[in-house]
């Protein structure tokens, strides 16, 4: 167990759906990042939050948003999913920006 | 903003073999330089990590040297097993500090 917990595991949804990923950092980190994973593909950079405020985006799509909560658990929305959308999301925690991350096991989103 | 290649994309030794793989970047002035393991379907995971002011680092049979001058680092993995085989990325903190850019992966597959 790596500290950083992410639900729900698996999940599958219809395109046009609407879903929610949640994080829970590792106790005692204030950062939050998602990545998105493809199929064989490498870790894509989604957005960052630091103690409640968004901290640094990435290519994330308008159909996407995120938020950090005061307890700071993040939550990851993906709207309007598309078959595309399908991959491995994950979440990683750290004290602060530039230093190393501990990923949670990831939700795997599957659009159908 | 921040380019991070590694080489080679694919890599196959003998069980026992060494493994070499090369990461090279453009802009970062990083002193922090990660290597991620990451198994089939599972999350990635910190395995070995460099700062600056220092040129290698070695943790059992993994190590990872860093040549800043010429903007590469690289992660050793000696005395092969089959369980070392995985997809490894390294990374470097983006312009800003904030979060880090991967690599696009190295598949390592050790051979019995």
């Known amino acids: 167990d790596s500290g950083v917990t992410q639900t729900p595991k698996h999940l599958i949804t219809a395109t046009g759906q609407r879903v929610t990923l949640r994080c829970s950092p590792r106790?005692?980190?204030?950062?939050v990042y998602w990545y998105q994973q493809s199929l064989d593909q490498g870790l894509q950079f989604l957005i960052q939050?630091?103690?409640?405020?968004?901290?640094a985006k990435g290519n994330i799509l308008e159909r996407f948003s995120a938020q950090q909560f005061p307890d700071l658990h993040s939550e990851l929305n993906l709207s309007s999913l598309e078959l595309g959308d399908s991959a491995l999301y994950f979440c990683a925690s750290s004290l602060r920006g530039g230093y190393g991350y501990t990923f949670g096991s990831g939700t795997r989103l599957t659009v159908v | 903003g921040e380019n991070v290649e590694q080489h080679p994309s694919t890599l196959s030794v003998q069980e026992g073999d060494s493994a070499v793989i090369k990461c090279t970047y453009s802009?970062?002035?990083?002193?922090?330089f990660p290597w991620y393991k990451q198994e089939l379907g599972k999350r990635p995971q910190l395995i070995i990590d460099i700062r600056s002011n220092v040129g290698e680092k070695k943790d059992q049979r993994i190590a990872v040297t860093l040549n800043k001058t010429a903007k590469h680092f690289s992660l050793h993995i000696t005395e092969t097993q089959p369980e070392d085989s995985a997809v490894y990325f390294c990374a470097l903190p983006d312009n800003y500090g904030q979060n880090f850019v991967f690599g696009p992966g190295t598949r390592l597959s050790v051979l019995p």
């Open positions: 939050y630091y103690n409640g405020e968004e901290r």
């Open positions: 802009d970062s002035a990083s002193n922090y």
């Open positions: 106790s005692g980190d204030l950062s």
